[in-house]
């Protein structure tokens, strides 16, 4: 069979493999309030975290308590977070989803009660609260997916800051590498054509085709198991004709 894929190296969770925690700052979730509580935070810093596209706001509540979470667009140092169920649903403040208006814009979105933030946390991104029903509120996500969330899961109002990381490049491979090794991915990547028939099996051609179909059934062996897996679909689409 030859040598293991990069994909099954990976899959070991080597040391060399595995995410970097270097320059991590915290968490970026909600303090653990109680529904019912109402208390105002004070951002007295925005910081940048190491592998997080997305600035996160340093905040200080008026128990003292200090959480980091991500910074909607628009918001500056010495800014006023109100977080609770009562609260007005203007930027920044952290409220649960069935307070929340139909077609406000929020993000950081609890997926359970309680876990601090889970969904809708990159840079750029928000979601829209659609609608309230009795089975709880209805999300629309970016992609235009819908997801109904149980109604005492928190959201905080606004879109994520940091939505124009993209339009700057990197110029240089190497600015890219530091980019992939701080979020943790893989870089650079190498075709499977391109490579020694040891190290993959679409490898060892002298010219740039795999020589066999390339896709792979779900119950492939993990040395063989490349390209495409179990595809609903193989070859060239056609046009469906109109009516």
Do not use: W
């Amino acid at each position: 069979m030859g040598k293991r894929t990069l994909v099954r190296r990976r899959g070991r969770g080597g040391k060399q493999f595995r995410a970097i925690i270097t320059g991590k700052i915290a968490q970026a979730k909600y303090p653990n309030f109680k529904l019912d509580e109402h208390h105002i935070g004070n951002i007295v810093d925005i910081v940048h975290e190491r592998g997080r596209d997305a600035p996160l706001a340093k905040i200080i509540f008026d128990n003292k308590t200090i959480s980091y979470v991500p910074v909607p667009d628009g918001t500056s140092v010495n800014e006023k977070i109100e977080v609770g169920k009562e609260v007005k649903p203007t930027q920044g403040n952290i409220l649960t989803l069935d307070s929340i208006p139909d077609g406000t814009l929020v993000c950081n979105i609890e997926r359970n009660a309680g876990d601090g933030g889970k969904l809708i946390k990159a840079a750029g991104s928000s979601a829209t609260v659609f609608s309230h029903t009795t089975e709880g509120v209805k999300i629309k996500f970016p992609s235009g997916k819908f997801l109904t969330i149980n109604p005492k899961c928190r959201a905080m109002i606004g879109v994520v800051a940091g939505s124009g990381r993209k339009e700057k490049p990197f110029l240089k491979a190497g600015t890219r590498a530091m980019y992939m090794k701080a979020h943790g991915k893989l870089y650079p990547t190498v075709r499977g054509i391109a490579q020694a028939a040891v190290y993959h099996p679409h490898g060892g051609g002298r010219h740039q085709h795999i020589g066999r179909q390339s896709s792979v059934g779900r119950t492939t062996p993990p040395g063989r198991k490349v390209g495409n897996i179990a595809p609903r679909k193989t070859g060239r689409g056609r046009l469906k004709t109109r009516q």
